[in-house]
């Protein structure tokens, strides 16, 4: 393979405020603070991270894509989320076994509940 995952790029009205909230929820390293270039890191130079980057205009729609994450206590997990700042949005989702948050500026992402056992 000739491709190597890098990063993924967020969008933000405020991108030092939303990197940083990310970079706390997930216990992640602050890699770059500059403003218009935010960017975390699992830990420095480990990949994939997120970058935050400027723009002028609010996020208006539901996200076509988004993160999903996978706590050892979802319940306890949205709980901290909720704490710091996430909000509960529904999406449509209906009645699953995974909780739809959105950050701060309100970009969705799931916490999922506990992984079911795989037959190998």
């Known amino acids: 393979m000739t491709l190597e995952w890098e990063q993924v790029i967020v969008d933000a ?9 990310w970079a706390e929820a997930l216990g992640w390293a602050i890699v770059n603070d500059d403003p218009q270039e935010f ?7 480990v990949l994939p991270g997120l970058l935050f980057g400027p723009v002028p205009e609010s996020k208006t ?3 076509r894509l988004h993160l999903d994450f996978r706590p050892v206590d979802q319940d306890a997990e949205v709980d901290r989320l909720l704490a710091m700042g996430a909000t509960r949005v529904d999406v449509g989702q209906g009645d699953v076994p995974w909780v739809v948050l959105a950050d701060p500026e309100g970009n969705e992402f799931c916490v999922l509940g506990p992984r079911r056992a795989t037959n190998t």
Do not use: F, R, S, T
């Open 61 to 63: 729609v539901k996200n």
């Open 39 to 45: 960017e975390i890191q699992p830990a420095p130079g």
């Open 13 to 21: 009205h405020d991108a030092k405020m939303l990197g940083g909230w």
